[in-house]
Nanobody, 126 residues
Framework: QVQLVESGGGLVQAGGSLRLSCAAS????????MGWFRQAPGKEREFVAA????????YYVDSVKGRFTISRDNAKNMVYLQMNSLKPEDTAVYLC???????????????????WGQGTQVTVSS
């Protein structure tokens, strides 16, 4: 089993930055594809970014390209999402997810991810 715990959310003004972290348990973390998804009130959960097991391949939804950066530290079992130039439309609960199989391309369907965190709230004020 894998447990995922997100942190780093908060309230920020438009144009600001936040760094989300996801701490993962489990000996096989380094073999997982890791992703970030978000869900705004009244909307469906959507793919934001993903990173392959080595960190060599990353994928982003078009709306965050050039603003968000996903990274991972396999030695620490951590995944990060650096979010810059935040916009009010980025407001959502952000969830970390792990896929035990290789997932490539964008956007990535939720159904391919096996483990989920509880999420961290990000609120961007205008």
């Amino acid at each position: 089993q894998v447990q995922l715990v997100e942190s780093g959310g908060g309230l920020v003004q438009a144009g600001g930055s936040l760094r989300l972290s996801c701490a993962a348990s489990g000996r096989t973390f380094s073999g997982y594809t890791m992703g970030w998804f978000r869900q705004a009130p009244g909307k469906e959960r959507e793919f934001v970014a993903a990173i392959n097991w080595s960190g060599g391949s990353t994928y982003y939804v078009d709306s965050v390209k050039g603003r968000f950066t996903i990274s991972r530290d396999n030695a620490k079992n951590m995944v990060y999402l650096q979010m810059n130039s935040l916009k009010p439309e980025d407001t959502a609960v952000y969830l970390c997810a792990a896929a035990t199989t290789t997932v490539i391309g964008t956007p990535q369907p939720m159904s391919l991810y096996d483990y989920w965190g509880q999420g961290t709230q990000v609120t961007v004020s205008s």
